[in-house]
C-alpha cells in the first residue's frame, strides 16, 4: 500500500511537538508508529466488504420525491444481504423495495442512491469503547443505481432464496405490499477506517477481495 503523506507528516509534528514541550517519550514514539503501520496493513476493500456482508441493514440516502420535502436528501433503512447460497460473501448488494416506501419512487425518478455501513452495526465499536464518529470505528458509504431484478432472469431464484433465508419476514413484505428485489450497481465507494481522511476504493477491487 502506497505511503500516505498527510500521515506522515502528522507524524512528524507530533514527534515535533512532543520533543518540544515534553521531551522525548519511547512510549508515545512506540504508539505513533504502531498506529502508523496499523493504517499502512488497513485492506479499504476488504474492510468495505466485511462491512456489508456482517450488516443486516444499512442506511440509504436518495433525492426525495415526496411533495413536502421533494429535492430534499431522504434517509432511510434496508434489509440487505450479500450472501450466496451457502452463507458466503458475494459483495452483491441485494435488498427489498416497495413504492408504498420512500426509496422506491425516489430512486424511480433519480437513480442515484448511496448506502451506509458502520462497524457500530454490529456494536463492534461500543464493546471497544469507540465512538460511532470516531474515524477508528469504521464506515464505508457505497453509491451506485438500484437495479431491479427480472423474475425471469436465472438468478433471481437463487437471490431471493438467500435474502429470505438472512430475512425470514420478507416473504411477508412481498405478498402484502409489493417489495421487489433489488441490487445496488456499485459506482463508488468511500471508506473511513482511520485518522486521515476516506479512502476511495473501485467496485473492481471491493469485489477482487476474498473475504
Not at 498506529?35 to 468495505?48: D, P, Q, S, V
Not at 431471493?160 to 412481498?174: E, M
Not at 441490487?183 to 467496485?203: C, K, S
Request: proline residues 4%.
Amino acid at each position: 500500500m502506497n505511503t500516505c503523506p498527510a500521515l506522515l507528516m502528522a507524524l512528524a509534528f507530533a514527534c515535533l511537538a512532543l520533543s518540544q514541550t515534553q521531551g522525548y517519550s519511547a512510549s508515545e514514539d512506540a504508539r505513533i508508529i504502531s498506529e502508523y503501520k496499523r493504517e499502512m496493513e488497513l485492506n479499504h476493500a476488504k474492510i468495505a466488504r466485511q462491512l456489508v456482508h456482517r450488516a443486516n441493514w444499512a442506511a440509504v440516502g436518495s433525492i426525495s420525491t415526496n411533495k413536502i420535502v421533494e429535492d430534499y436528501p431522504m434517509v432511510n433503512i434496508v434489509s440487505i444481504d450479500d450472501s450466496d447460497a451457502n452463507g458466503n460473501s458475494t459483495g452483491k448488494i441485494r435488498f427489498l423495495l416497495t413504492d408504498l416506501d420512500f426509496t422506491g419512487p425516489d430512486w424511480e425518478k433519480n437513480n442515484k442512491v448511496t448506502l451506509m455501513f458502520t462497524e457500530e452495526q454490529t456494536l463492534n465499536c461500543k464493546n471497544h469503547g469507540k465512538d460511532p464518529m470516531e474515524p477508528t470505528c469504521a464506515r464505508s458509504m457505497i453509491s451506485g443505481q438500484v437495479q431491479r431484478f427480472d423474475k425471469s432472469d436465472r438468478s433471481y431464484k437463487p437471490a431471493l432464496d438467500a435474502y429470505i433465508k438472512r430475512h425470514p419476514s420478507a416473504n411477508n413484505w412481498i405478498k402484502a405490499h409489493n417489495f421487489y428485489l433489488c441490487e445496488l450497481i456499485i459506482r463508488n465507494i468511500f471508506v473511513l477506517d482511520f485518522y486521515g481522511g476516506p479512502h476511495q476504493v473501485t467496485a473492481s477491487d471491493y469485489y477482487a477481495v476474498q473475504v
